[in-house]
């Protein structure tokens, strides 16, 4: 949601509002990860804010169990496929599963 601008802020607080009645737990990664965090009403405790998704990832590994309902949302700046490669089902699948998995973008 980087692209949104003038609206990005607000964009965040309302996703954030929306939190408590489909979530547990909320992992929020980047500079505009505290507004979301702020409009939750998930307990405090459940709220984990990182600076980029490859330190986000290893929380979110701890975090998940069997059976969880999991949504990874982000710009493609953000780079949040990193959190799904670390917990995908099938790890051996994951060049074929998940976008940008070339060499070229890998090594950006």
């Excluded at 965090?37 to 709220?47: C, P």
Aim: net charge neutral; with cysteine.
């Amino acid at each position: 949601m980087l692209e949104l601008g003038e609206y990005a802020i607000s964009a965040h607080r309302n996703i954030g509002a929306l939190t408590a009645s489909c979530a547990d737990v909320l992992v929020c990664v980047g500079s505009l990860a505290k507004s979301i965090a702020e409009a939750s009403e998930i307990l405090q405790d459940k709220i984990f804010i990182f600076n980029t998704s490859d330190e986000a990832k290893f929380k979110v590994r701890e975090l998940i169990r069997e059976s969880d309902i999991i949504l990874v949302k982000g710009s493609q700046g953000a780079r949040m496929e990193k959190i799904v490669a670390e917990i995908i089902a099938e790890p051996q699948r994951k060049k074929e599963l998940l976008v940008r998995q070339s060499q070229r973008w890998l090594s950006k």
